[in-house]
C-alpha cells in the first residue's frame, strides 16, 4: 500500500575498467589520423555526485595522453539544448550510456526523424563483436503495419560493412540513401509520403544494382 512516507533510492557505480577503455580511450582518440580538427564534447550532469567526479578524473587521465585534442566540458541540459540550437558545435560527444541514449534521440529528430537514425555499438580495438542496429529498434507500436522507415537499417547495414572492412560496399549503400532521398517521391509516413516499408526498400535496391 503507498503511503506518503515511500521513498526511492538509485544508486550508480562506475569502475575506471569499464569507463576508460570503453567510452574515453575510443572516443578522445577517434579518428584523430584523419582530421585533427575534431572537438570532443564531454556531456556531464549538474551537481557534484562522486560517480561523476569520479568519471571526470577518468577523463582528465585519459586527456594527457591527447594532449593535441581539444576538450569541452558540457552539463547534460545545456546539451541538449544545443544539439537543437547549434548542432554544429559538436564533433564527437563523450557520455554516459543514460545520456548518450537521450542525445542520440535528440540527433535523430534532427536529421529528419527516427527512421532515418543508425546507430553502431563497437568494443575498442576489436575486442569483441559490433552491433549494428537502427535507433528506433524494433518500432513496435507500428509493428505489423508495413510503415517503418527501412533507411535505419540499411544505413546501420553501411556502418557494419564499413567496420568489416568492406569499405567499397558501405560507399555503394550510402550513395543509394542519399539518391533515393534526393530524387525519389518513394517516402513512409513518418517522411510524409505513403510508401509502405517494401516500396522504400525496394527503391534502395534499384539504387545500389544501379551502381554496378
Do not use: K
Not at 60 to 79: G, P, W
Not at 122 to 132: D, K, N, V
Not at 133 to 144: C, F, N, Q, R, T
Not at 175 to 190: F, H, M, N, Q, Y
Request: some cysteine; aromatic content about 4%; charged content about 25%.
Amino acid at each position: 500500500m503507498s503511503t506518503t512516507a515511500d521513498h526511492a533510492g538509485q544508486r550508480s557505480l562506475a569502475e575506471r575498467l569499464g569507463v576508460q577503455p570503453g567510452m574515453v580511450v575510443h572516443e578522445l582518440g577517434y579518428d584523430d589520423d584523419v582530421d585533427e580538427e575534431l572537438r570532443r564534447s564531454v556531456v556531464e550532469r549538474s551537481g557534484g555526485e562522486l560517480v561523476a567526479e569520479a568519471s571526470d578524473e577518468i577523463v582528465d587521465v585519459v586527456h594527457a595522453d591527447f594532449a593535441d585534442v581539444e576538450l569541452d566540458r558540457i552539463l547534460v541540459d545545456a546539451a541538449c539544448a544545443y544539439m537543437v540550437t547549434q548542432p554544429g558545435r559538436f564533433d564527437v560527444m563523450v557520455a554516459s550510456n543514460l545520456f548518450g541514449d537521450i542525445l542520440t534521440d535528440i540527433g535523430a529528430a534532427i536529421q529528419g526523424g527516427m527512421g532515418l537514425a543508425a546507430s553502431a555499438n563497437i568494443a575498442p580495438e576489436g575486442t569483441g563483436p559490433g552491433l549494428f542496429e537502427p535507433v528506433h529498434g524494433s518500432a513496435p507500436d507500428i509493428a505489423g503495419q508495413s510503415r517503418a522507415n527501412p533507411i535505419g537499417a540499411v544505413w546501420a547495414g553501411s556502418l557494419m560493412l564499413d567496420h568489416l572492412g568492406e569499405q567499397e560496399a558501405a560507399a555503394r549503400v550510402m550513395a543509394a540513401i542519399e539518391r533515393v532521398l534526393a530524387g525519389s517521391e518513394a517516402r513512409t509516413p513518418d517522411l510524409g509520403g505513403t510508401a509502405s516499408t517494401a516500396e522504400l526498400g525496394d527503391e534502395l535496391v534499384r539504387a545500389t544494382s544501379s551502381q554496378r
